[in-house]
């Protein structure tokens, strides 16, 4: 079982509904049959990748933010988020995996809309059970300068955390040893947030009725 599989496991697990089990299989074997197309030599077109990471993990990350974007697009359509409008707003919204560095853009994932105003949100998973999470610099940096929002789902712990744009720059600045390699000389630096810290109005656990109203307290 691969990363994709188990992130598909976990996100299934999030409802017991037909319909929501039926909805989240036919995307993830559609992301499936799209990773055994990708050619596994193309190490010059990645050379932008500048992580610990080959071709095939960084492909198959992709396809597990496809995955918690469309459970979050779900979550939309239910009657609790009636008055909320999210649209998928970045460059593989048509759920093409992009190689060329020219084709892929710096855009927050979606916009949500509510009462006329719209905000741009960035998509953020953690699949391990851990006490914390990090987010890279140069996206931390993104998202403040784009005024964007950023949710934050993880999935062991089944809760979601929401972040107006100056909360980014709460956590402790610092290497992220998960997206580095010193042997290389490969140093990601980012934000890390202990989660015990976080305040309990930025974390939502009930994704169905709680959710929807921390969403829209974010346009106060």
Same mark, same amino acid.
């Given at each position: 079982?691969?990363?994709?599989?188990?992130?598909?496991?976990?996100?299934?697990?999030?409802?017991?509904?037909?319909?929501?089990?039926?909805?989240?299989?036919?995307?993830?074997?559609?992301?499936?049959?799209?990773?055994?197309?990708?050619?596994?030599? #193309?190490?010059?077109?990645?050379?932008?990748?500048?992580?610990?990471?080959?071709?095939?993990?960084?492909?198959?990350?992709?396809?597990?933010?496809? #995955?918690?974007?469309?459970?979050?697009?779900?979550?939309?359509?239910?009657?609790?988020?009636?008055?909320?409008?999210?649209?998928?707003?970045?460059?593989?919204?048509?759920?093409?995996?992009?190689?060329?560095?020219?084709?892929?853009?710096?855009?927050?994932?979606?916009?949500?809309?509510?009462?006329?105003?719209?905000?741009?949100?960035?998509?953020?998973?953690?699949?391990?059970?851990?006490?914390?999470?990090?987010?890279?610099?140069?996206?931390?940096?993104?998202?403040?300068?784009?005024?964007?929002?950023? #949710?934050?789902?993880?999935?062991?712990?089944?809760?979601?955390?929401?972040?107006?744009?100056?909360?980014? #720059?709460?956590?402790?600045?610092?290497?992220?040893?998960?997206?580095?390699?010193?042997?290389?000389?490969?140093?990601?630096?980012?934000?890390?947030?202990?989660?015990?810290?976080?305040?309990?109005?930025?974390?939502?656990?009930?994704?169905?009725?709680?959710?929807?109203?921390?969403?829209?307290?974010?346009?106060?």
């Amino acid at each position: 079982m691969n990363k994709l599989d188990k992130a598909y496991q976990q996100l299934k697990g999030l409802s017991n509904t037909t319909e929501y089990h039926y909805y989240m299989h036919d995307k993830y074997f559609a992301y499936k049959q799209q990773l055994k197309t990708i050619d596994k030599t #193309l190490s010059k077109e990645m050379a932008h990748i500048q992580d610990n990471r080959t071709p095939k993990e960084h492909f198959m990350d992709i396809c597990r933010g496809w #995955l918690v974007e469309d459970m979050l697009y779900y979550l939309s359509s239910l009657p609790p988020y009636r008055e909320l409008t999210l649209t998928f707003d970045n460059h593989d919204k048509d759920r093409v995996i992009r190689v060329m560095r020219k084709e892929i853009t710096a855009d927050p994932d979606f916009k949500i809309t509510y009462k006329n105003t719209t905000i741009r949100m960035e998509a953020q998973s953690m699949y391990a059970d851990m006490p914390f999470f990090n987010i890279k610099e140069h996206k931390a940096n993104r998202l403040i300068e784009n005024d964007s929002y950023l #949710l934050h789902l993880n999935l062991a712990q089944k809760h979601i955390v929401l972040f107006k744009p100056y909360h980014i #720059l709460l956590g402790n600045h610092g290497v992220i040893e998960a997206f580095s390699d010193r042997s290389k000389n490969i140093l990601k630096y980012g934000y890390q947030y202990d989660i015990e810290e976080l305040p309990g109005t930025m974390i939502a656990t009930n994704f169905v009725e709680e959710l929807p109203k921390k969403i829209i307290s974010l346009f106060w």
